[in-house]
RNA sequence: GCCGAAGUAGCCAAGAUGGUCACGGCACUGGUCUGAAAAACCUGGGAUAUUGGUUCGAGUCCAAUCUUCGGCA
């Protein structure tokens, strides 16, 4: 018998927690959160950690937001929560929207996920334009640079990242072994699922949600963020904070311009949904669930039931 | 009712002296992604209020109509 894991992914605003929730109840399941963003103490309101209390959910509060976090980092972190939560004998359901997290826990044998990120070659990197990090990378690898993509060719993150790459492996750095990681883990009997819906039902719903947590404090949590961290930190490079920065650093904070800010947000969220929702759409094997549909929450709990009864 | 100003995509908005069927931004669409992923990028469609006139040629000039704003009543 394989060993399972459910996931529940999709967009933002899709209620994948609350369905989580219900099945972690229903199938005696331990939660892990695959979240980028609910890494972080101190920011629950802007990412929605409005989860009941009572609840207990991994991989969430893991760090302070002057600290970085990535994907080889989850990694290893869930697959240990995994691996914990088997041998009590329990179903590790994954919840979070963030796509590449999921995708490091389905697909795990990534061998650049082993080339840890150098700082000192980044913090240089950085202050250069993307047409230099275009012209060292073609130096350094002409071939893979001709085959990029338009979009690729033009992301310094990612040019950065190929040329961090290139150079420990030109400089024979061996990768550091990770632990955590094992090659051949034995494969998980995995069921995906993908709550969907079109953004015109997605859109209202986040405006209103982005309003509710404007009326839950929002501001004050940012405000109090503010005494302890910086806009530079990673962790306010965030969804419902970066929009504030102008808000909180222009004295006169007027109604309008929190209107307006507002408004930003809400796009940007929008736009994130979208982008999930991309992201989501090519991934292979994977059951999607319109929520929209009247009886979708029953259905689901069909589809779990046989999967979770079979093998 | 009179006088004045203005009408360029869903919104904001550029367009000396008329001359490539019109710059951008936001929104919206589709996509990229192997240690920043709620990040960072790529891509697409859509407009000169209406009608008529002047002209080889009009967003740009003229007239009428409609609409909006301001002032006077």
Do not use: C
């Amino acid at each position: 018998m394989s060993k399972k894991i459910l996931i529940i992914s999709g967009p933002t605003a899709t209620g994948k927690t609350d369905l989580a929730i219900k099945f972690a109840k229903k199938f005696n399941g331990v939660l892990i959160s695959a979240d980028s963003r609910q890494i972080y103490r101190d920011m629950d309101i802007g990412t929605g950690k409005d989860h009941p209390k009572s609840f207990k959910i991994n991989l969430v509060d893991l760090i302070t937001p002057d600290l970085s976090f990535s994907v080889a980092q989850y990694q290893k972190l869930a697959l240990q929560k995994i691996t914990e939560i088997h041998s009590q004998n329990k179903l590790p359901i994954i919840v979070g929207g963030t796509g590449q997290y999921i995708d490091s826990i389905v697909n795990p044998n990534k061998s650049t996920y082993s080339i840890r990120p150098n700082i000192f070659l980044r913090f240089f990197l950085n202050k250069l334009s993307t047409s230099t990090l275009q012209k060292i990378y073609r130096i350094l690898d002409k071939k893979t640079f001709n085959s990029l993509n338009n979009s690729e060719k033009h992301n310094p993150h990612r040019l950065t990242r190929k040329i961090e790459i290139k150079l420990s492996t030109i400089k024979n750095i061996a990768p550091l072994p990770q632990g955590g990681v094992p090659e051949g883990r034995g494969g998980f009997n995995i069921l995906h699922l993908s709550l969907t819906a079109p953004t015109s039902f997605l859109y209202p719903r986040i405006d209103s949600r982005v309003q509710k947590r404007l009326d839950t404090g929002l501001l004050d949590e940012i405000k109090n963020l503010l005494t302890k961290y910086s806009w530079s930190d990673p962790g306010l490079n965030t969804l419902a904070y970066k929009e504030f920065k102008d808000y909180f650093n222009k004295s006169a904070g007027t109604a309008s311009l929190l209107k307006e800010t507002q408004k930003i947000w809400a796009f940007d969220e929008h736009s994130y949904a979208r982008r999930q929702i991309t992201w989501f759409k090519k991934q292979k094997e994977i059951h999607f669930i319109d929520i929209t549909e009247l009886n979708h929450v029953d259905h689901t709990i069909d589809v779990v039931k046989k999967w979770y009864n079979l093998s």
